[in-house]
């Protein structure tokens, strides 16, 4: 319960994003990702190498459902996790669902980054990237309580936006 949900676009900026706005409100961090892996046993990779998306989706519902129980948490969620209805209102149940939105264009410059993200790969470009964006913008945007930027400036300026916009 009471717990902030970070989501948005791969390469948003949760992860950094969640640890400023953690360490600031003195909230532990937690991670669907992170929890998915420890669950599997396995990289998110090849999670989906091995056993395919709909598995991948599966856990992440799983471990939507298990850290919802946590309380006063800091939770950064993985990009897809507003394609599930259910995932939505787990959040919605237990916390406040904040959205931290990019630029395609910003976007692409910080997943060219690295390779861990197996639904870009074969993907990174403007065109591609956008696509993706405009089929879950509108999930992004009805599951969000808050909507912040992180185009410009530091993951902190964006966790103090954060910060003076919970309620
Ligand atoms: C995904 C985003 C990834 C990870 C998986 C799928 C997505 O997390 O959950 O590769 O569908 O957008 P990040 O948003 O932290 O990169």
Known sequence: MNNIYLIGFMGAGKTTVGKELSERLGRKLLDTDQCIVEQEGMSIAEIFEKRGEKCFR???TACIKSLGAEENCVISCGGGVVLREENV?????TGVIVLIEASVEVILERVSRNSNRPLLEG???IADIQAMMDA????????????????EGSASRVAEDIVARIP
């Open 58 to 60: 599966d856990a992440e």
């Open 89 to 93: 209102a787990a959040m919605k149940r």
């Open 123 to 125: 993907k990174k470009n």
């Open 136 to 151: 879950r913008l509108p999930h992004y945007r009805s599951a969000a309580d808050i909507i912040v930027y992180s185009d």
